[in-house]
């Protein structure tokens, strides 16, 4: 069983970039497909970014294409989000998400196993 811990969030002003981390333990990654998803005050839980275990594929929502970039090191066991041009819209909790297949996975309830989330705040 992997378990998943995210990093990196802060408050930032717009048009600024964060990097977030999710770190992961106890399985290797790269076996997994990953996916970042945000979830804002009285609102539903939304995908960010997924990739795939074999990292051929990615995926981003319409809101953020462009402006954040996932990625892996599996040398470190992480996947990360760079996120630039950051709005306030952007503003949420940041979560992580695993699960041991091959392909995409875009929907929230695909995913087995989730971090603790980590808060993000654009603002001036």
């Known amino acids: 069983q992997v378990q998943l811990v995210e990093s990196g969030g802060g408050l930032v002003q717009p048009g600024g970039s964060l990097r977030l981390s999710c770190a992961a333990s106890g399985d290797t990654l790269d076996l997994y497909a990953i996916g970042w998803f945000r979830q804002a005050p009285g609102k539903e839980r939304e995908g960010v970014s997924c990739i795939s275990s074999s990292d051929i594929r990615t995926y981003y929502a319409d809101s953020v294409k462009g402006r954040f970039t996932i990625f892996r090191d599996n040398a470190k066991n992480t996947v990360y989000l760079q996120m630039n041009s950051l709005k306030p819209e952007d503003t949420a909790v940041y979560y992580c998400?695993?699960?041991?297949?091959?392909?995409?996975?875009?929907?929230?309830?695909?995913?087995?196993?989730w971090g603790q989330g980590t808060q993000v705040t654009v603002s001036s």
């Open positions: 998400a695993a699960i041991k297949a091959r392909g995409l996975r875009v929907e929230v309830g695909q995913y087995d196993y």
